[in-house]
């Protein structure tokens, strides 16, 4: 059973995410797609974000309509800073023996392999599949093989067509007033009016 994990603030979800997990699930064959919100994310703890509680339910409106995509609570209930290697552990007792994971990231994140916890025991957890993002290049896997030896072996590059869309220009253009429209999902544009969310000064 091969599972995809799709990890990340999602302030907001967007269409870009979905893409990705799509992409991945069918190009891959994965059995299905566990979309993770982090609790605490360490490498943004300087960053104001959303409440986790906002971000996950904006995640399942956003998947409600894909039987192949799941929500995963792990990271929000656990307390303290969201790893990635605890997350896998987590999931892999939760699943069992039998799951085989992957986890969709993309070229920046990937660069920044090194920084992560545990990045080489992680590599021996799971599949690690890189998907392009705007403004960066391709991964220098000569460059992170030196620093965690194995990840070559790790790394899936999954070549997909650029989604060219981010969270952070969605929360400006709701502070801005303009309008979100084909950015987000239709529940998740309604979920960020109800709650007021990304407004000027908020």
Not at 9 to 29: C, K, S, Y
Not at 88 to 97: D, F, I, K, S, T
Not at 166 to 186: E, F, H, M, N, Y
Request: proline share 8%; net charge negative.
């Amino acid at each position: 059973m091969d599972i995809g994990i799709l990890g990340g603030t999602f302030d907001p979800v967007h269409v870009g995410h979905l893409r990705i997990a799509e992409e991945a699930r069918v190009r891959l064959e994965l059995s299905r797609v566990l979309f993770v919100p982090a609790g605490q994310p360490w490498l943004k703890a300087d960053e104001a974000i959303a409440l986790p509680i906002h971000c996950v339910e904006m995640v399942r409106r956003a998947i409600a309509g894909n039987p192949y995509f799941e929500l995963s609570t792990t990271e929000v209930d656990r307390p303290g800073p969201s790893y990635t290697v605890d997350t896998v552990a987590v999931l892999q007792q939760q699943l069992g023996a039998e799951a085989s994971f992957f986890f969709l990231l993309g070229w920046d994140s990937l660069a920044e392999l090194p920084r992560w916890k545990e990045p080489d025991k992680l590599v021996q957890m799971c599949r690690l599949v890189a998907v392009p993002r705007p403004d960066f290049s391709p991964p220098d896997l000569e460059a992170l093989e030196s620093s965690i030896p194995g990840v070559t072996q790790s790394v899936v590059l999954l070549d997909m067509p650029l989604v060219d869309v981010s969270s952070s220009d969605i929360r400006k253009r709701v502070a801005q007033g303009l309008s979100i429209q084909g950015l987000v999902p239709g529940d998740v544009e309604e979920y960020i009016k109800e709650q007021q969310l990304y407004r000027q000064g908020e």
